[in-house]
């Protein structure tokens, strides 16, 4: 099993920039959710779908953060325009249904850097 | 809102020493409780869970029981070694689906 799938693993970009992160989580999860890790505010739950639908995006930081899920197997996070503080560790996870106590695996994450 | 707390790192130990890393949480209801682990340069792994009181949760030689008297979760390991260098998170999950996490310990292990 290939596990969850980010991409890229960096991204180094300027300030102003679209940013897209990738994500395909693994075959057969139906529960997808976007974290961002930073050293000042830990790990934070930015959006999370179930079966392709956003069921909560209040951890959206602003508009210029959306996501999309459009198929089973994809999603993508992005950022338009990018911010030097949107510089953080993003993940991706996935799990089996959305039932306290599922457990959620996750990617390897995407580094971004915005100068 | 639901929260966790873990103990300030980092955590320096030997080989071989003992480890306990505390996590108290606050939630309203009765939250399912985890601890995922996160070694250099990867993605959180889960470590092990519980889902309800007493129970214990084990994995790798670490141990954690959930005690609702005391609302926590401590992470324990008899012996522990330099490939447990990693860092530590104590999650819960209450109604909601998403995992409420802790800010994290980094455990270093020294030979």
């Known amino acids: 099993d290939a596990g969850v799938i980010q991409s890229p693993r960096h991204e180094v970009t300027e300030m102003g920039q679209e940013v897209t992160l990738r994500c395909k989580p693994i075959?057969?999860?139906?529960?997808l959710f976007w974290y961002r890790q930073t050293m000042m505010r830990g790990l934070e739950l930015l959006i999370y779908f179930n079966n392709n639908v956003p069921i909560d995006d209040s951890g959206m930081p602003e508009d210029r953060f959306s996501a999309k899920m459009p198929n089973a197997s994809f999603s993508t996070l992005k950022i338009q325009p990018s911010e030097p503080r949107d510089s953080a560790v993003y993940f991706c996870a996935s799990s089996l249904g959305l039932a306290g106590g599922r457990e959620q695996y996750f990617g390897p994450g995407t580094r971004l850097t915005v100068t | 809102g639901d929260s966790v707390t873990q103990m300030e790192g980092p955590v320096t130990l030997s080989e071989e020493a003992f480890l306990t890393i505390n996590c108290t949480y606050t939630a309203t209801g009765y939250p399912s409780l985890f601890w995922y682990v996160q070694y250099p340069g990867e993605g959180l792994q889960l470590l092990l869970k519980?889902?309800?009181?007493?129970d214990k949760g084990s994995n790798k030689g670490f141990e954690a029981t959930y005690r609702k008297e005391t609302t926590s979760f401590h992470l324990e390991k008899g012996s522990v070694q330099v490939s447990d260098s990693a860092v530590y998170f104590c999650?819960?999950?209450?109604?909601?689906?998403?995992?409420?996490f802790g800010k994290g310990t980094s455990l270093l292990v020294t030979p």
């Open positions: 519980a889902t309800k009181a007493d």
């Open positions: 999650a819960l999950s209450d109604s909601g689906y998403a995992l409420n």
């Open positions: 075959s057969g999860h139906n529960s």
